[in-house]
Structure formats: structure tokens, C-alpha cells
């Protein structure tokens, strides 16, 4: 099969929905900046806070030398392990320059975004002849997600609650992969990887050998995907040997090679993950369920239906072709992995809307539309081609504005008053960051220190310290070390807290309005606490001679 004639309008066409799927995804991080409180300092993530400041600390560590890196957010000695040039890349590039790593950060959301949705549009086009095909698989694929828009409305006007998967796992669309370099990055490498093992099968080694490099990256940022693409690549090729009654070599020895180039990442990520047992013990508390297969059909709502209706009429006359077989098998795979016995479960619908919406816009295109429109006269025809087409788009991308429009709504500045300033995951005072700015500067990162969640999420990210308690997944027994540190600063003086101290090697203590609050305002640290620095109501101190 030829590579795809992609046509100057049609480019034209995709770089003006690329653009415009961009700068609504930039919203929400800019008015995060615009409306800025006073005495406070915006860090520049409006959504998955926790999650960016994860990968933000990783990168730090690179920033500061470190090829290999640790998980900053829980108090085990871990050892440096991790390995992913996309980090290393932002730390290094942080470092040569002397620009901010955040700035680098929101730089590559727009390269890797961008990248994303041109190669989505590539291999759409590889797949589907038709320039109108195309342009609607790339609209859903890019801006729909389901029934969320609609399930939020019910709720705003009856009450009743139910959270589409659309609305909260981030896995599932692709729209939510532009607000996290990381996600569409592992979004255009799958693609990609994806895209040259079909030109390789067809056209030459070449690609085969693009696909594998490109595979082996893909399993150093986000290895979930590399299980899909080793599945459907092994389940296509023999399914395509019985569609086409002959056997050929050509194929395995493909797929082998792709499999041959990356299974180094996956072992090394396998030995660092399951074998090295302290990784072993946060990968066993990493657990991400899926929520029901109905969850799932509602979260892709009329995407869902419209590909089931365009397979519906296809198996029919069996006219499926060996591309449709290919997303029909994407598909599947990802079901099945989405509900086997693996703990990450609902990690593996990342890039199952590609599938959907192709199919989707097949059975609009092919069927459904001429089927409303079949009845008209000539003339009207195109009118209400394009009527039927603009209000569907409207309806699969509502979720995608109600996102950026929630996301806006949840940084204003009044909803932050001197009162509940803790729960403020945008903003720090210029008081945190003062007191962030002095353990980045007097102490190591081998230092521990013990502070309230909220900003105990922010500590690796801008002081490089590890933290007790820093986020949901990366720290170890989190609900216990939330316990713990409640009771702590509860009482700091207690046998039970200095206990804490020595359990897990504490080296400096946070104290906060967040801490204030746990200690029920009542805060006070007796002998053995050393105050080493304040400033407004932070106030930080040395442990020393309690455990």
C-alpha cells in the first residue's frame, strides 16, 4: 500500500485544528497565571498537579546530574533507577541554558502535542482513502470524548451524579494527553510505532526498523502502550494470514525484529519494577482498577455507537477490510487488557479512541449520513451534510469544554481565602517558596523532611528533598503515611511522633498553615527540634537527637 497523499488543504486544514485544540488546552495554564492572587506565586500546572510535580522532580534530578533517577515522594531508600531520556532531556536542556524547567516543560506540550496530532493525522490517512473520512476521523479522534457534557447537565439540573470515565480518566482522551508532555509524547510515539509497522508489513524493512527504535523509546516513557502494540501486532499478522489463506515469513520476522529492538526497555523496566524489591512494593500499591465496561461506553458515548454501527453494517455484507481488522483487533486487545488480572488495568485504554473514531467516522460518513439525507433534494444536500456533521463534533467535544471551562473555574483566586490557602494546589504564598528555595539551598537531597500532603507534593519538585508524604500513587503506603503524619503534628512532642522520627529517618520539619490546621492551630515542637528557619508563618526544623 502507498504511503498516503496528504493534499496542501488538507494539511492546511489539520494545522488550523491542531492549533486551535492547542491554545484551548493552554487556557486553563494561563489564566492559572492571569489571576494570580497577591503574595502568592503561580507554578504554572492547572491540572494533574501532583502527577506534573512527579515528573517536574524527576527532570530536577536530571537537571542536577543524575542519569539515572528515584521516586522523591516517599521516605524508602531507593535506589536511582529510573531511565527516561524524555526527563533527561528537559533536565539537560534546563541546565545548559539556565531556563526554567517549567518553561521547557509547557515548550514540549506544544512539540509533542503537535507532533501527536500530526502523525494521528498521517495514520489516519494511511488507513482511510477518503479526504472527508479523514478530516472526521481526525476531529473525533482529537476533540471527542463521550456522555460527561451531558451526565455534568443532570447533574447541575436534578442532582443526580454520575462521573463518566470521559470527565476523569485521563487515559481515555486523547485531548487530555495535550495538557501533559509526557502523554502525548507516549501518544505519537504509539501512533507512530503503529503507523510504520503497517508501512512495514507493506512496504519495506525500513520501517520496521523505525518502528522498533521508536518502540524502544516508547517503553523508556510510557511502557502500558508497548504491551498493546506487542499484542495487536502478534494477533494482525495471524489474523492476516488466515484472511489471506497464505503463509509468508516476511511478516514474523517484522513483528520479531519491532519486538527484538525495544524488549530491552521492557526487561530493564521488569527488573527495576518487580525484582529490586522496594520497587516491587510501590508497583504492588500502584493500582489503577477500570471502572465497568457501561462506565466505558458511556465515557465514549456517541463514538461508541457510531463505530458499532459502521461494524454492524460492514460484517454484514462482509466488506470489513484488513484495516478495519487491524483497529477492530486495537480494540479488543485493549478490552481485554483493560479487565485482566494486572493491577494497572485502566492504564491500557491509552489510545483506544484512534480505533473508535476511525470507525466512527466511517459509519457517519459512509452510512448514517446518507441515510438522513437521502430524502432531500440535491441542493440541500451539502447544507445538511455539513449541519449533521458540525453538531455532532459539538456534541463528542462538550466534555473537552467543560474540562477547560472546569479547569478555569477551580484556579480563580477567590476561591482561596487566608482561611483554606491549604487546599490551594496552584498557587504557593512567597512564603512556601522562600521556605522551598532555603532547603534547596542548605540542605541535600538525600534529606527527608516531614510536612503536610499538599505541600509535601511541592518539596522534591522545588527543593529536591524526599518527602514522607508527597503523593496518592508514588508514596508507599500512602494512606498509613497520612495517618502517620496526622498524628504527628497532632502532637510532635509525643513518644509516638518522635517514634516516627527514627522509623523513617526524618531530617527537617515543615510547619505550615496546613500543618497548623492538623495540629488543630495549636502547634508547638519542644527539645530536640531545632528552628532553622522562618519567615510569615512557615517555619522549618532540624531534627536532631530524638530518635
Not at 47 to 62: G, S
Not at 85 to 95: C, E, H, K, N, Q
Not at 144 to 152: P, Q, R, V
Not at 442 to 470: E, Q
Amino acid at each position: 500500500m502507498p504511503a498516503p497523499k496528504v493534499l496542501k488543504d488538507e494539511w492546511r486544514g489539520v494545522v488550523i485544528i491542531a492549533a486551535a485544540l492547542l491554545v484551548l488546552s493552554f487556557i486553563p495554564t494561563l489564566w492559572g497565571f492571569i489571576t494570580t492572587p497577591q503574595d502568592h506565586t503561580y507554578m504554572w500546572i492547572s491540572k494533574e498537579v501532583m502527577d506534573a510535580n512527579n515528573h517536574l522532580n524527576l527532570m530536577l534530578q536530571a537537571k542536577d546530574g543524575y542519569l539515572l533517577q528515584r521516586n522523591g515522594f516517599t521516605s524508602e531508600a531507593m535506589s536511582r533507577l529510573f531511565f527516561n531520556p524524555y526527563v533527561l532531556v528537559i533536565g539537560w536542556l534546563s541546565a545548559i541554558s539556565s531556563v526554567p524547567i517549567i518553561a521547557f516543560y509547557h515548550l514540549f506540550r506544544i512539540v509533542f502535542g503537535g507532533g501527536f496530532l500530526a502523525m494521528l493525522y498521517l495514520f489516519i490517512a494511511y488507513l482511510v482513502p477518503n479526504k472527508h473520512e479523514r478530516l472526521t476521523a481526525f476531529l473525533i479522534a482529537s476533540a471527542g470524548a463521550g456522555f460527561g457534557f451531558f451526565f455534568e447537565v443532570v447533574r447541575i439540573t436534578t442532582g443526580f451524579m454520575f462521573v463518566s470515565p470521559d470527565l476523569w480518566v485521563t487515559d481515555l482522551i486523547p485531548f487530555t494527553y495535550l495538557r501533559m508532555p509526557h502523554f502525548a509524547l507516549a501518544a505519537l510515539l504509539m501512533v507512530s510505532v503503529l503507523y510504520l509497522f503497517l508501512r512495514g508489513l507493506r512496504d519495506g524493512w525500513r520501517y520496521a526498523v523505525g518502528a522498533g527504535i521508536l518502540c524502544f523509546l516508547l517503553a523508556t516513557v510510557h511502557l502500558f502502550e508497548v504491551i498493546t502494540i506487542y499484542l495487536l501486532m502478534g494477533v494482525y499478522v495471524l489474523v492476516m494470514f488466515f484472511h489471506e489463506k497464505r503463509f509468508s515469513f516476511q511478516p514474523i520476522l517484522k513483528t520479531a525484529f519491532i519486538v527484538i529492538i525495544s524488549i530491552p526497555a521492557m526487561l530493564y523496566n521488569y527488573s527495576v519494577f518487580i525484582l529490586d524489591p522496594v520497587y516491587a512494593k510501590w508497583t504492588e500499591l500502584n493500582v489503577t482498577v477500570s471502572p465497568n465496561i457501561i462506565n466505558y461506553i458511556f465515557g465514549l458515548g456517541f463514538i461508541f455507537f457510531f463505530a458499532l454501527y459502521y461494524v454492524y453494517i460492514e460484517t454484514g455484507r462482509r466488506k470489513l477490510t484488513k484495516d478495519d481488522v487491524f483497529l477492530l483487533a486495537w480494540i479488543i486487545i485493549s478490552v481485554l487488557l483493560m479487565y485482566s488480572p494486572l493491577a494497572t488495568q485502566r492504564r491500557f485504554v491509552f489510545g483506544v479512541m484512534v480505533p473508535y473514531a476511525i470507525l466512527a467516522a466511517l459509519g457517519i460518513i459512509r452510512y448514517f449520513i446518507p441515510t438522513m439525507t437521502d430524502k432531500l433534494k440535491p441542493l440541500h444536500v451539502e447544507h445538511f451534510k455539513l449541519f449533521l456533521l458540525a453538531v455532532f463534533v459539538l456534541l463528542i467535544a462538550g466534555t473537552n469544554i467543560l474540562s477547560v471551562a472546569g479547569d478555569v473555574a477551580t484556579i480563580h483566586p477567590l476561591l482561596y481565602s487566608a482561611e483554606n490557602e491549604y487546599v490551594n494546589d496552584v498557587y504557593l504564598t512567597d512564603d512556601e517558596i522562600s521556605a522551598l528555595d532555603w532547603l534547596a539551598q542548605n540542605t541535600g537531597d538525600d534529606d527527608t523532611v516531614m510536612s503536610g500532603l499538599r505541600i509535601g507534593n511541592y518539596i522534591p519538585r522545588v527543593a529536591g528533598n524526599r518527602v514522607l508524604l508527597g503523593h496518592w500513587a508514588q508514596t508507599i503506603d500512602f494512606v498509613d503515611r497520612r495517618a502517620e503524619v496526622a498524628s504527628f503534628y497532632a502532637n510532635p512532642t509525643s513518644l509516638n511522633a518522635k517514634g516516627l522520627i527514627g522509623k523513617f529517618g526524618i531530617n527537617y520539619i515543615y510547619a505550615g498553615s496546613e500543618e497548623q490546621a492538623l495540629a488543630g492551630g495549636n502547634l508547638s515542637f519542644g527539645a530536640g527540634y531545632e528552628m532553622v528557619y522562618t519567615a510569615g508563618n512557615i517555619t522549618l526544623y532540624k531534627v536532631g537527637g530524638i530518635a
